[in-house]
């Protein structure tokens, strides 16, 4: 029989890398609390209707991307209904932002999540089929302030906060206005325009693009295609004035707060939802796939997916390329249980346990060994797993004085049974 193996761009998480999960999920969830955040879960598919009407037809995710399949219909009299796994977390948001009419409070919704994400990309390093992402949405009537600059400086200014708490350092902000839809719809324009006499010497999806989505050659990272992409106009040239001075204020406020970032003119992202403010965070430590994470303004999705005005920015992170970057910055992780109990022979067992149960409840980190193998091979298991080794034979049990020998320094030590605990925590 053929070995089941995990499946094409999944993976499976272990120990432990898994303690590097769990911190940026509580470092997350401890600084966007400070930021009055709260957490959403949405489901992980919806109907496939919603992707296309938000993240846009025209994109890669939703052109070619998604997993996506006919659900059985129950009755004969029904139809199929088209599902698709979730490829971002952001339509599903505004979705139940739109089905709990959470905008009737009047109020701003300050929205984060955490969970898987799929799409059938090539997989590479940092780039999976299933990857996680933690993201957050701030959404809200206009009445609310959701359009005002404030609330792009604020986030931007929470994602430096959580870098620097999570300890990534050189991470670079990458920063572009988008405009309005209507600047947008100009820009393209003028990009068509400009494409018509140079895009017989650019690449062949260029080309395409330059006749679905011309905006989309910004993305092109075929080398032959940079020097003409760099004599196309620049959007910032196509903002209206409300767009400019909305930009403006994004960047006065980043000044004010010392958040630093530099302007990237080409930086329009893969989603069709976007609107003025977008932004990436970027980290030279990745490779290829160097993006941490990326986001922006979207104040027509909610109306495009069939709700009120809601006007929102937020962002999504790659959970999978934060634990990347931290690995590279930090030695591995070295996962040690505060002791290792040996038991001196089998019938020692019971009690090996009662004390393991003891200092568990008591907050430590505990390996259990067992009697029935030898104190060598006890000694050989310790030194892997634990700093030290609490030795538990019939003379300890009777007299209450435990020996433990600490790893680090070779130490043994004597030490009765009601101190164990304070001696095993420093
Ligand atoms: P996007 O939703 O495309 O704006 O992506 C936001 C972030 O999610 C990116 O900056 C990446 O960090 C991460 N990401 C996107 N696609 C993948 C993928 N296939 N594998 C791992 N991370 C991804």
């Not at 839809?181 to 690449?203: E, F, I, K, S």
């Not at 931290?326 to 001196?344: K, M, R, T």
């Not at 000694?379 to 609490?390: H, L, N, P």
């Amino acid at each position: 029989m053929s070995i089941l193996k995990a499946v094409r761009g999944t993976r499976d998480l272990l120990p432990p890398e898994t303690a590097l999960w769990n911190r940026i999920e509580a470092t997350a969830r401890a600084v966007f609390a400070r930021y009055n955040f709260g957490e959403i879960r949405t489901p992980i598919f919806e109907d496939t209707a919603l992707f296309a009407r938000s993240v846009g037809e025209e994109t890669d995710i939703v052109s070619k991307e998604m997993y996506t399949w006919e659900d059985r219909a129950r009755a004969q009299s029904e139809k199929a209904q088209s599902l698709t796994l979730r490829p971002e977390n952001t339509a599903g948001v505004v979705r139940a932002y739109i089905e709990h009419q959470l905008g009737e409070s009047g109020q701003l919704q300050k929205l984060y999540y955490i969970g898987p994400q799929f799409r059938r990309e090539r997989p590479q390093k940092g780039r999976y089929r299933q990857f996680s992402q933690i993201g957050a949405e701030v959404i809200g009537p206009p009445s609310a302030g959701s359009e005002s600059p404030l609330r792009d400086a604020e986030i931007l200014e929470m994602l430096a906060t959580f870098l620097d708490e999570l300890g990534i350092t050189g991470w670079t902000l990458e920063l572009n206005s988008v405009g309005s839809a209507a600047d947008r719809a100009r820009y393209n324009d003028t990009l068509r325009a400009a494409l018509v006499p140079v895009v017989g010497q650019m690449c062949v999806d260029c080309q395409r693009r330059a006749v679905t989505n011309p905006l989309r050659v910004l993305d092109c990272k075929v080398p032959a295609d940079q020097p003409i992409i760099a004599t196309l106009p620049v959007i910032a040239d196509s903002l209206d004035e409300s767009s400019r001075l909305h930009f403006a204020a994004v960047m006065a406020a980043l000044d004010a707060a010392k958040v630093p970032y530099t302007r990237n003119h080409r930086l329009v992202r893969g989603l069709d939802y976007y609107t003025r403010t977008t932004f990436e965070f970027t980290h030279g430590g990745l490779g290829a796939q160097n993006a941490l994470l990326g986001g922006g303004r979207y104040d027509g999705l909610s109306e495009a997916i069939g709700g009120p005005k809601a006007p929102g920015i937020g962002f999504a992170m790659g959970e999978d390329r934060l634990v990347l970057t931290l690995q590279a910055l930090e030695s591995a992780p070295l996962l040690l249980a505060d002791a290792f109990i040996a038991p001196l022979g089998e019938a020692l067992n019971p009690a090996a346990l009662v004390l393991a149960r003891e200092l568990r409840r008591a907050g430590l980190r505990i390996e259990l060994g067992d009697g029935n193998f030898r104190l060598k091979k006890s000694f050989e298991a310790a030194d892997k797993t634990a700093r030290r080794i609490v030795i538990l034979g019939e003379d300890e049990l009777q007299s209450g004085i435990l020996t433990v020998k600490t790893f680090a320094t070779g130490m043994q030590t004597k030490v009765p049974r009601s101190e164990l605990c304070i001696f095993l925590r420093q």
